[in-house]
């Protein structure tokens, strides 16, 4: 029987849970790299027991961790993320120039292809590359030398590079998504780039529809149509049909469209889902209450799914890469929130049940559908 | 030998004891102990000093014989106790919550 195995990064370790396709009863595995922040783990598609985890501390810094056994153990790889050539000065909060500074990778995305390649998105902004199963890492400087880099402002949780799309039609192209600089996308394997932002709007900003400096907090694809792009920005829920070149407003009848997740159903290209939170100066769920919002038209007409989730006296949070969906024929759906609950639905989110209910705040959620 | 004390996050990175003994030779100095910790535990290297610059980490101090020598050049030779094996060096994460 197939299953599914959904790793979990936290604030303090990560953490492994299986189940069978019923996904009603789990194993919980872990903490691995306990009382380090585990910002994202996640396998390769072309070999389900690689898997790559990024560990960090504010004192020892950055490890990558690389399992070749599906998470039984795990060994440090290459650690060095040196960004190439002279790195610059981008814009600090305040607008002044401000060096380059490698913090931390906030997301790790292997190949659809090659396990032993893997791109990492790290803060400050900078995208690297990884040829032979994370010994080293490369840049890719063509991200950065845009020539709007020096624009590019953080926002509140870093200048971080959180996002990547691989898209499954075409090797040569790559989407990448930035705090606060907005989404950008390659045709060219990499090598060069050109920002997608039109069509959005942030108040925030001094030119409110300017190319770049929009805090787009994820975006998301359907494998089957790479054109069509879902967003969700720091305000806002958007949508590209036309692989970013235009998006326009989805938000509809979302009680907030502020947050940080969002996901498409594995089967129905057309179903979306996003946890809305209640402001940006309030980053907890509206009204107490964990809901989250499906739409099963692209976007614009939402739905609460709350059977099964707490609906009162919560504050929690459900971070940007803190969603997954699996490829089960009942496609699941998986969150973690800062409040240390990792929530699962077999049936698309018409119902939900916590995993488990007290782990570290959560970080990052990613699922394997095993064979 | 050189006694070195590494702090909890790092024994379990790099899977060693809380105190690892490393043979550096005469005239031992912060740089040269730990050229010679790194290349016994490969996966230290970045997590104490900085990869580019060598720079010691902000939150990383270096203590021995009831002294600070964060701020000493890394070539300075470190105290005899320590050159002896009598007194270990500490490698320690600045204190904080967590």
Same mark, same amino acid.
């Not at chain 1, 039609?169 to 600089?181: E, H, K, L, T, Y």
């Given at each position: 029987?197939?299953?599914?195995?959904?790793?979990?990064?936290?604030?303090?370790?990560?953490?492994?849970?299986?189940?069978?396709?019923?996904?009603?009863?789990?194993? +919980?595995?872990?903490?691995?790299? @306990?009382?380090?922040?585990?910002?994202?783990?996640?396998?390769?598609?072309?070999?389900?027991?690689?898997?790559?985890?990024?560990?960090?501390?504010?004192?020892?810094?950055?490890? +990558?961790?690389?399992?070749?056994?599906?998470?039984?153990?795990?060994?440090?790889?290459?650690?060095?993320?040196?960004?190439?050539?002279?790195?610059? #000065?981008?814009?600090?909060?305040?607008?002044?120039?401000?060096?380059?500074?490698?913090?931390?990778?906030?997301?790790?995305?292997?190949?659809?292809?090659?396990?032993?390649?893997?791109?990492?998105?790290?803060? /400050?902004? @900078?995208?690297?590359?990884?040829?032979?199963?994370?010994?080293?890492?490369?840049?890719?400087?063509?991200?950065?030398?845009?020539?709007?880099?020096?624009?590019?402002?953080?926002?509140?949780?870093?200048?971080?590079?959180?996002? !990547?799309? =691989?898209?499954?039609?075409?090797?040569?192209?790559?989407?990448?998504? !930035?705090?606060?600089?907005?989404?950008?996308?390659? /045709?060219?394997?990499? #090598? #060069?780039?050109?920002? +997608?932002?039109?069509?959005?709007?942030?108040?925030?900003?001094?030119?409110?529809?300017?190319?770049?400096?929009?805090?787009?907090?994820?975006?998301?694809?359907?494998?089957?149509?790479?054109?069509?792009?879902?967003?969700?920005?720091?305000?806002?829920?958007?949508?590209?049909? /036309?692989?970013? $070149?235009?998006?326009?407003?989805?938000?509809?009848? =979302?009680?907030?469209?502020?947050?940080?997740? +969002?996901?498409?159903?594995?089967?129905?290209?057309?179903? =979306?889902?996003?946890?809305? !939170?209640?402001?940006?100066?309030?980053?907890?769920?509206?009204?107490?209450?964990?809901?989250?919002?499906?739409?099963?038209?692209?976007?614009?007409?939402?739905?609460?799914?709350?059977?099964?989730?707490?609906?009162?006296?919560?504050?929690?949070?459900? =971070?940007? $890469?803190?969603? @997954?969906?699996?490829?089960?024929?009942?496609?699941?759906?998986?969150?973690?929130?800062?409040?240390?609950?990792?929530?699962?639905?077999?049936?698309?989110?018409?119902?939900?049940?916590? !995993?488990?209910?007290?782990?570290?705040?959560?970080?990052?959620?990613?699922?394997? #559908?095993?064979? | 030998?050189?006694?070195?004390?590494?702090?909890?996050?790092?024994?379990? *990175?790099?899977?060693?004891?809380?105190?690892?003994?490393?043979?550096?030779?005469?005239?031992?100095?912060?740089?040269?102990?730990?050229?010679?910790?790194?290349?016994?535990?490969?996966? *230290?290297?970045?997590?104490?000093?900085?990869?580019?610059?060598?720079?010691?980490?902000?939150?990383?101090?270096?203590?021995?014989?009831?002294?600070?020598?964060?701020?000493?050049?890394?070539?300075?030779?470190?105290?005899?106790?320590?050159?002896?094996?009598?007194?270990? *060096?500490?490698?320690?994460?600045?204190?904080?919550?967590?």
């Amino acid at each position: 029987m197939s299953g599914v195995r959904v790793l979990v990064g936290t604030r303090k370790g990560a953490f492994v849970l299986t189940s069978d396709g019923a996904r009603r009863d789990w194993t +919980i595995d872990g903490p691995h790299f @306990a009382g380090w922040e585990i910002y994202h783990v996640k396998g390769s598609p072309a070999d389900p027991n690689r898997l790559y985890a990024s560990q960090s501390s504010g004192w020892f810094g950055q490890q +990558i961790q690389r399992s070749d056994d599906g998470g039984k153990t795990w060994a440090p790889v290459g650690n060095a993320f040196v960004y190439d050539g002279v790195p610059g #000065t981008h814009q600090w909060y305040d607008g002044t120039p401000h060096p380059w500074e490698f913090a931390r990778v906030w997301h790790l995305e292997p190949s659809l292809t090659d396990p032993n390649t893997v791109y990492a998105g790290v803060e /400050d902004a @900078a995208l690297f590359r990884s040829t032979d199963g994370g010994q080293s890492w490369h840049e890719l400087p063509g991200l950065r030398g845009h020539g709007s880099g020096s624009a590019w402002q953080p926002g509140a949780g870093g200048m971080c590079l959180h996002t !990547i799309l =691989l898209d499954p039609a075409d090797p040569q192209r790559m989407f990448v998504a !930035i705090s606060a600089a907005g989404a950008f996308r390659s /045709d060219d394997g990499g #090598t #060069t780039w050109q920002p +997608i932002n039109r069509g959005l709007r942030s108040p925030q900003i001094p030119d409110q529809d300017a190319e770049v400096g929009h805090c787009v907090h994820r975006i998301a694809m359907h494998a089957s149509r790479p054109n069509v792009l879902f967003m969700q920005k720091h305000w806002d829920v958007m949508r590209s049909d /036309d692989a970013g $070149d235009s998006w326009r407003e989805i938000s509809g009848n =979302l009680p907030s469209d502020f947050g940080f997740p +969002i996901d498409v159903h594995a089967h129905e290209p057309e179903t =979306l889902y996003v946890v809305p !939170i209640k402001s940006d100066s309030e980053h907890f769920v509206p009204d107490a209450k964990l809901r989250v919002y499906r739409s099963r038209s692209g976007g614009n007409e939402w739905e609460a799914l709350t059977n099964g989730l707490p609906q009162r006296d919560c504050y929690v949070n459900v =971070l940007r $890469d803190a969603m @997954a969906v699996d490829a089960l024929d009942s496609c699941g759906v998986y969150f973690g929130t800062t409040g240390g609950q990792v929530y699962a639905s077999a049936d698309a989110g018409d119902s939900w049940a916590p !995993i488990v209910r007290d782990l570290p705040s959560v970080l990052s959620v990613e699922v394997q #559908t095993l064979p | 030998m050189i006694r070195v004390v590494i702090p909890a996050h790092l024994q379990t *990175l790099a899977r060693a004891s809380r105190e690892v003994e490393l043979d550096v030779g005469s005239e031992p100095s912060l740089r040269s102990v730990l050229d010679a910790l790194e290349t016994r535990y490969p996966m *230290l290297r970045g997590a104490i000093r900085d990869h580019v610059t060598q720079r010691r980490r902000p939150f990383v101090r270096f203590f021995a014989c009831e002294r600070d020598l964060s701020h000493d050049a890394p070539d300075t030779p470190l105290p005899d106790a320590v050159a002896t094996g009598a007194e270990p *060096l500490l490698i320690v994460g600045a204190m904080a919550g967590g």
